[in-house]
């Protein structure tokens, strides 16, 4: 059964920084690519971030050159370092898996002005 289990968010002031991490079981890791998603009150969630299975990663424009993903096979883990918070980065954010399409819990992230 996969499971992903995320860590970390929480509330921050503009211009600091959060980093979440996810976690995987279930799979083999190194084979599967993944991606972080956001979805802010009121509006559809979007892509942030995908990593491919080889390391490969692409960012949406509105958070290029501030965020940073990640992944570590040994520790199965798939982190999002986010720096020079913005308020409008304020959403959930869901780590996903694409291949298999699952999903994490969701962590609130909060950038206050």
């Known amino acids: 059964q996969v499971q992903l289990v995320q860590s970390g968010g929480g509330l921050v002031q503009a211009g600091g920084s959060l980093r979440l991490s996810c976690a995987a079981s279930g799979i083999t890791f190194s084979m599967y690519a993944f991606a972080w998603y956001r979805q802010a009150p009121g509006k559809q969630r979007e892509l942030v971030a995908d990593i491919s299975s080889r390391g490969i990663t692409s960012y949406t424009d509105a958070v290029k050159g501030r965020f940073t993903i990640s992944r570590d096979n040994a520790k199965k883990t798939v982190d999002l370092q986010m720096n020079s918070l913005k308020p409008e980065d304020t959403a959930v954010y869901y780590c996903?898996?694409?291949?298999?399409?699952?999903w994490g819990q969701g962590t609130q992230v909060t950038v206050s002005s």
């Open positions: 996903y898996i694409v291949a298999s399409r699952d």
